[in-house]
């Protein structure tokens, strides 16, 4: 599969993913987002992230990947899908796109992402990331297009 690829300082991208606004603009941007989806499965999905991003805001993040460390690293993608979407600044340097087999790679930039909706993300090596959405919706392409 094609993956945008990324490189980050782990640390930084995860404290600015998890920060309070970051996590209050995802709250408000998948709120009105999720108004519009027709798909159960996805819609499914995007309200159990709805949850932990709750609980990241209220317990601190740290606090989410202590009890559910899957859960906390699904919203690090999600949160990561979101932002690019939507042109967010991030501690991020693009490099564009390239071939990526994610077969036997730990998912997510902790490894622990079970998630099958939504978006892959990938630790290719210590700082390079690879990310690629799992399911594409109608103007997805020409939105990746221009983060690349």
Same mark, same amino acid.
């Given at each position: 599969?094609?993956?945008?690829?990324?490189?980050?300082?782990?640390?930084?991208?995860?404290? @600015?993913?998890?920060? &309070?606004? +970051?996590? *209050? $603009?995802?709250?408000?941007?998948?709120?009105?987002e999720?108004?519009?989806? !027709? #798909?159960k499965?996805?819609?499914?999905?995007?309200?159990?992230? @709805?949850?932990?991003? &709750?609980? +990241?805001? *209220? $317990?601190?993040f740290?606090?989410?990947?202590?009890?559910d460390?899957?859960? !906390? #690293?699904?919203?690090?993608?999600?949160?990561?899908a979101v932002?690019?979407?939507?042109?967010?600044?991030?501690?991020?340097?693009?490099?564009?796109?390239?071939?990526?087999?994610?077969?036997?790679?730990?998912?997510g930039?902790?490894?622990?992402?079970?998630?099958?909706?939504?978006?892959g993300?990938?630790?290719a090596?210590?700082g390079?990331l690879?990310?690629?959405?799992?399911?594409?919706?109608?103007?997805?392409?020409?939105?990746?297009?221009?983060?690349?």
């Amino acid at each position: 599969m094609d993956c945008l690829v990324l490189r980050a300082d782990l640390a930084d991208l995860i404290t @600015a993913l998890t920060d &309070a606004a +970051a996590l *209050a $603009a995802y709250q408000e941007r998948i709120q009105t987002e999720s108004g519009g989806l !027709a #798909d159960k499965g996805m819609l499914a999905h995007v309200r159990g992230m @709805a949850r932990c991003a &709750a609980e +990241a805001q *209220a $317990a601190g993040f740290p606090a989410l990947v202590a009890r559910d460390r899957a859960a !906390a #690293d699904s919203l690090l993608t999600d949160l990561l899908a979101v932002a690019l979407w939507h042109g967010d600044p991030l501690p991020v340097e693009r490099l564009g796109t390239s071939p990526f087999d994610p077969a036997g790679r730990p998912r997510g930039l902790l490894g622990a992402d079970q998630s099958t909706d939504g978006a892959g993300l990938w630790r290719a090596d210590d700082g390079t990331l690879r990310f690629a959405r799992i399911r594409e919706t109608g103007e997805y392409e020409d939105v990746c297009r221009d983060h690349r």
